[in-house]
Every structure is written in structure tokens, then in C-alpha cells.
Nanobody
Framework: EVQLQASGGGLVQADGSLRLSCAIS?????????IAWFRQAPGKGREGVSG????????YYADSVKGRFTISGDVVKNTVYLQMNSLKPEDTGTYYC?????????????????????WGQGTQVTVSS
């Protein structure tokens, strides 16, 4: 059974940092899977923020987070991280990690929630100005 557990959210002031973790069981993160972080602000749809496919080395960042967020994976811990620096109030939202196979891998650089089959529970990130 595939399970994803997201953690690491919190309340932080603008320009602060947080590191989100997505602990995964049920598959190895270096197998053929795409793992992504989506966020959802109140009243808005789910937006793909960053994604990684460790098996082929590709990464994706939304334009709004490039240069501030870094996605990485720890194969030993089977965990994917999202390091978020220089946080802005517009980064506020519920962050979800998600995993998918074939379609998600193919569309890694333009992620869509419908392409991901497994989801963790959300972790709330609130950035105050």
C-alpha cells in the first residue's frame, strides 16, 4: 500500500524558511515515480509547485518559486523534501505531496493534480507579512 505523509508546515514571517518533508512507503523514491508538491490557497485550485523524478534526475519548479524553493530526495529515508526560503505571504496555503507513475512522469514539467494517484494529507504553511 502506498502512503505519503507530509509534515513541516507552520507559521513563519516573510523572508523566513521552512522545510517540508514527504515520507513515503510502498515504493522506492528512486523507482520510476514522479513526486510533486502542490499547494492550495483558500478559494483557489491546486497548483503544482515543484516536482522530482529521481530515476531520471529531472526537477520542476513553478516560476513563482524558482530560486527560492529546492526539491530533493533522500533515498535512504525514502523521503522527499521541499526547502522553502525567502517565503512570501503569497506562498501561504495547504501543501500536499503527491506521487504518480507514467503520466505524472511524462508531465513532470507541467504537473496536473489529475495525473497523480497517491496523495498525502496536507500541511499548512502560513507566511505573515
Amino acid at each position: 500500500e502506498v502512503q505519503l505523509q507530509a509534515s513541516g508546515g507552520g507559521l513563519v514571517q516573510a523572508d523566513g524558511s521552512l522545510r517540508l518533508s514527504c515520507a513515503i512507503s510502498g515504493f522506492r523514491i528512486d523507482d520510476d515515480y514522479a513526486i510533486a508538491w502542490f499547494r492550495q490557497a483558500p478559494g483557489k485550485g491546486r497548483e503544482g509547485v515543484s516536482g522530482i523524478c529521481i530515476s531520471d534526475g529531472r526537477k520542476y519548479y513553478a516560476d513563482s518559486v524558482k530560486g527560492r524553493f529546492t526539491i530533493s530526495g533522500d533515498v535512504v529515508k525514502n523521503t522527499v523534501y521541499l526547502q522553502m526560503n525567502s517565503l512570501k505571504p503569497e506562498d501561504t496555503g495547504t501543501y500536499y505531496c503527491a506521487a504518480g507513475r507514467y503520466t505524472a512522469i511524462a508531465t513532470l514539467t507541467y504537473p496536473s493534480a489529475v495525473d497523480y494517484d497517491w496523495w498525502g494529507q496536507g500541511t499548512q504553511v502560513t507566511v505573515s507579512s
